[in-house]
């Protein structure tokens, strides 16, 4: 049989964020709304402390770097979740989503600039991207898991290691 894709299980990861999404489906539209709300302020939050001179070791603020794509998945996944349910046929919706998670990483990095001793960086706004792409594209993957997924979520997350990466040690 031709164009047919073979049924592939879902990996166990998966089904863990699957069994998340749907209670999470469950719960009623304003509490689905205020999770991106809630998680945009707490970035705005801890982004609002003055920075200062600090020694750290290089996987210091690797980890510290990689923290944007953790909290930026976290945010483009609750966008995602804020809205109808994740099926393939939204997928204007999942694009805002993840356009919607990706600006306000950069109006966090502006808000950044504002802050005594903290910066701006175009390195940072390039994580919190990949990081909503991963966020969305998890849940995707869960929802409509057919096993041409583990491609795009393995480069995702490579695409994720290598912006902390240039975050950390490149010029900006």
């Known amino acids: 049989m031709t164009g047919v894709v073979?049924?592939?299980?879902?990996p166990l990861p998966l089904r863990g964020v699957l069994?998340?999404?749907?209670?999470?489906?469950?719960l009623p539209?304003?509490?689905?709304?205020?999770?991106?709300?809630?998680v945009g302020a707490l970035l705005w939050y801890?982004?609002?402390?003055?920075?200062g001179p600090t020694r750290s070791?290089?996987?210091?603020?690797?980890?510290?770097?990689?923290?944007?794509?953790?909290?930026?998945?976290?945010?483009?996944?609750?966008v995602l979740l804020a809205g109808?349910?994740?099926?393939?046929?939204?997928?204007g919706w999942w694009l805002g989503s993840w356009l919607l998670a990706t600006a306000y990483g950069g109006?966090?990095?502006?808000?950044?600039?504002?802050?005594p001793g903290r910066t701006a960086s175009?390195?940072?706004?390039?994580?919190?991207?990949i990081g909503a792409a991963l966020g969305v594209a998890l849940v995707r993957a869960a929802w409509a898991w057919d096993g041409r997924q583990a491609v795009r979520l393995s480069l995702l997350v490579l695409a994720g290691m290598a912006s902390v990466t240039l975050a950390t040690f490149g010029p900006w």
């Open 84 to 91: 109808p349910r994740p099926t393939a046929r939204v997928g």
């Open 6 to 10: 073979p049924t592939v299980p879902l």
């Open 29 to 38: 539209g304003l509490v689905r709304a205020a999770a991106p709300c809630s």
């Open 57 to 78: 070791t290089a996987l210091a603020s690797w980890l510290h770097n990689g923290g944007h794509v953790v909290a930026y998945a976290a945010l483009g996944s609750a």
């Open 19 to 26: 069994w998340l999404v749907a209670g999470w489906l469950r």
């Open 107 to 115: 109006v966090d990095e502006w808000h950044q600039s504002w802050v």
């Open 46 to 51: 801890a982004s609002s402390f003055p920075g």
């Open 122 to 129: 175009l390195g940072d706004v390039l994580s919190d991207a």
